[in-house]
C-alpha cells in the first residue's frame, strides 16, 4: 500500500511534567482520553470516565461535559502520558472494533450505530494514512494502462483527488485548468473574510492530517496553500496543463475515445484525445449578477465577490453589498471596519446559527497534541466531522401532520427556528428594527444556512452600517436607488449575488454517443447515477456534479473523496475487462434518479416557502443529494459491473 504521508503523531514526548500540564490544558479532555487509550493500552479511562453528550453547535469537541468533569479527565490523560513518555513511548495500543466503537460513542456523545464504524475508522486513518489508496485487483501490463490515458477538467480538490487515484494506479492523465493554480473555489474567491463553514481538520483530505491549520475554520489563504501544498507533495503539478479552458468534448464512437476541445490562454485551439474523461470543474465557479437597470451607467468600480478586486481599496469608501446569504454575513464585518459607509440591499434574509468555536484559532496545545499524541488527529477529525448529522435529518424534513403555515415544517424544525431565534433575539434585541429586517419568516433550512460567531450581528449594529430591504429599482451613475425612490450614493458596487448553479457543465458542451449534448439529455432533471454516470456518455465521469452537493451532512472533500475512488474503479474495470469504453444502464440511472426525486420531496428544499438556488426554474430540487454519508460511502465503495455496459453492448443498454 503507498504511504504518502505521516498522518499521526511521530514525535517523541520530551517535556517535563510541568509543560505537559499545560499543554493538556488547552486540549479537549474527550480527545485526550482517547489517545489516552492507545497509550496506555486501556479503555479504564473512558469506562470509569464521565458520561459525555451530544455536541451543542459543529465542533464543539468538548462532550457537552461539566468543566468539573472535564478537568478531571485531562487529569487521568496526563497522567497516562508521562507514565507513556517515561516508559520510553511503547508502540501505541490498537483497540479492537468492538473498542472502537465504544470510543467513538464516547467521542460523540450517543449511542453510534455500529455500522457507521468502518467509514469512520477510514476517513479517520486509523488503520492505514490513506485507506483509499488505489488498488488493482489483478494484475495489468503498462500498456492497457498507456491505452487508457484520461482528461480531467479542473484542478480543484476533486480534479487533484481523482488525479492522485490515476497517479497511484499508474494511470496516464491531464488535469486540464483554466486557471495558473489549483485549489478551485479558495483560489478563485478572496473576498474578505472568506473561510471555510465546516471545521478544517475535517474540510480536509483523509489522508493529510499533519497540516497545521491556525484555526478551527480556516481562511481562503490558509486553503489556498493546503491545497498547493498537496499538489506538491503528491506530484500532482506536473500532470496539469494551467491557462487551458474546456469548450466541450465529443464521444468519438469510432475510436472510443473522448475529443476535448480546449483553449490556450493565448487563443490557440487545440483537441486533446482521452479514453475517460473526468468533469470535476465545480459547482460555484459562475458568477451570477443580475441584470439591474441602469447597470452600466455606473461610475464608480462594481463587480461580483467571485471576482474580487485586489486591485481596489475599500479603505473608506461608501460601499454597496447586493445580496446578503454567506458570502454577505462573512465580508460584513472586515469591511464594515475599514469602508466609511457600508449599505447592504437584502432581498430576504438568511437563517443564521451562532457558533462560539467559529473564529477560534487551534491552540498551542492541541497543535502540540497532534504532533505527540498517537491518533489525536485521527479523533479530532472524527470529532469535528459532526457525525450526529448524518442521522436522518428531521429537522429538515417536511411532517405531513404539522400545520405547514410557512414558519416551519416540523416539530423538529420549529425547534431549531426557536433556537436561531432566541440568538437573534440575544445579538439583536437592543435593535428591533435590525431584528425586524433580519430574522428569517420562512423556515430554517429552505436556503443554505449560515454560521457566524455573532460578529456579523455586532458589525450590522455599527453606524456606518445600513441594511436596506427596499428592492432595487435601479442604479444609476452615483448609486442605487430602491423601489421607495430613494437614492443612495457608493463609490463600489459588490455583488454578492450567488453563482449559476443550475447552468452545470455549461457553458462546455460535452456530446456523448450519438452526439447527444449532456444539458439536452438532462432537460430539467440533471443528475448522475450516484451523482458519477450518465447513460449515453460511455466513460465520462462527473465530481461534484448535480445532485450531489450536501445540504444537511459531511463535507465536500469527504464526498469527492468517496465519488474519487468510484470513478478511478470504473476505470479499473475498464481496463482489468480489456473494454476501452463502460457506460452505465439507462434503468439503473432512472432508477437512481426516481429514487432520489422522491426522497428529495420529504425535504424543506422542496417546499415553496421561499427562494432557493436548490431549486431550478422547473421547482425540481437538482443541487443538494437526499441520500446519508453512510450511504453513499457504501455505494460508492466501487463500481458493481451489472451496472454497466461495455461497448460491445451499448445500444442495448
Ligand atoms: C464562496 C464559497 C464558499 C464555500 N464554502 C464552503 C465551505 O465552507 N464548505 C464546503 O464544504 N464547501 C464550500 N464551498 C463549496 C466549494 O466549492 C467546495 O467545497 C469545493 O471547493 C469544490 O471543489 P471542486 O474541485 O469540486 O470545484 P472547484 O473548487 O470549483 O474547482 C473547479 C475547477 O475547475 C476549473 N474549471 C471549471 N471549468 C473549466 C473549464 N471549462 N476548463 C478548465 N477548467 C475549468 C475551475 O477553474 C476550478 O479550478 C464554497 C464555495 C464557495 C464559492
Known sequence: MTQYSANQASKPITENDEELERLFEEASPVVLALAAVHMSGSMDIIRNGPKTSLPTYNGDIYGSLSQEDGDALRAKALEIAKAWRDAGHPEPYRPSEDEVHKMLCFLLGFDLPREYQPMIREDMALDAVDARTFEWTREVGEEAKLRHPVAIIGAGMSGMLIGLRLKQAGIPFTILE?????????FENR?????????????????????????????????????????????????????????????????????????????????????????ACGFFNKTHTPDFAGKESFKGIQFHSGEWRDDVSLEGKRVAIIGNAATTLQMVPPVSEIASQLTVYQRSPSWTSVNPDYDRPIHDGEQWAFEHLPYFAGWMRAAVFNWTLDLPPLHMMVDPDWPQDGRAV??????????????????????????????????????????????FFEAVKRDNVEVVTDAIARITENGIVDETGTERTFDIIVYATGYKVQEYITPMKI?????VEINEFWQDRPGGYLGCVVPHFPNFYMMYGPGTNLGYNGNLIFNSELQARYIAYCIRLSIENGQEALEVREKVYDDYMDRSTEKLKQFVWSTDFGT??????????????????????????????????????????
Open 612 to 653: 432557493t438556488y436548490f431549486r431550478n426554474s422547473a421547482g425540481m430540487v437538482t443541487t443538494n443529494s437526499p441520500w446519508s454519508m453512510l450511504e453513499m460511502w457504501t455505494w460508492l465503495k466501487e463500481p458493481d459491473p451489472d451496472d454497466f455496459v461495455g461497448a460491445d453492448d451499448m445500444a442495448e443498454a
Open 191 to 279: 473576498y474578505p473574510g472568506l473561510r471555510v463553514d465546516v471545521p478544517s481538520h475535517s474540510y480536509s483530505f483523509s489522508f493529510v492530517q499533519d497540516y497545521r491549520w491556525s484555526h478551527l475554520y480556516s481562511y481562503q489563504g490558509e486553503l489556498l496553500e493546503y491545497f498547493r501544498k498537496c499538489r506538491d507533495r503528491f506530484g500532482i503539478g506536473e500532470h496539469i496543463r494551467y491557462g487551458v479552458t474546456v469548450k466541450g468534448a465529443d464521444w468519438n464512437e469510432a475510436e472510443r475515445r473522448w475529443d476535448v476541445a480546449i483553449e490556450t490562454s493565448d487563443g490557440a485551439r487545440e483537441t486533446v484525445e482521452a479514453r475517460s474523461l473526468v468533469s
Open 178 to 186: 483554466r486557471h495558473d493554480s489549483v485549489g478551485g473555489t479558495w
Open 410 to 455: 416540523s416539530a423538529a424544525n420549529e425547534a431549531v427556528r426557536q433556537r436561531n431565534t432566541a440568538q437573534y433575539e440575544k445579538w439583536l434585541g437592543d435593535r428591533p428594527d435590525l431584528l425586524e429586517k433580519l430574522l428569517p419568516k420562512y423556515p430554517p433550512f429552505v436556503k443554505r444556512p449560515t454560521v457566524s460567531h455573532g460578529n
Open 511 to 515: 456530446r456523448g454517443r450519438g452526439g
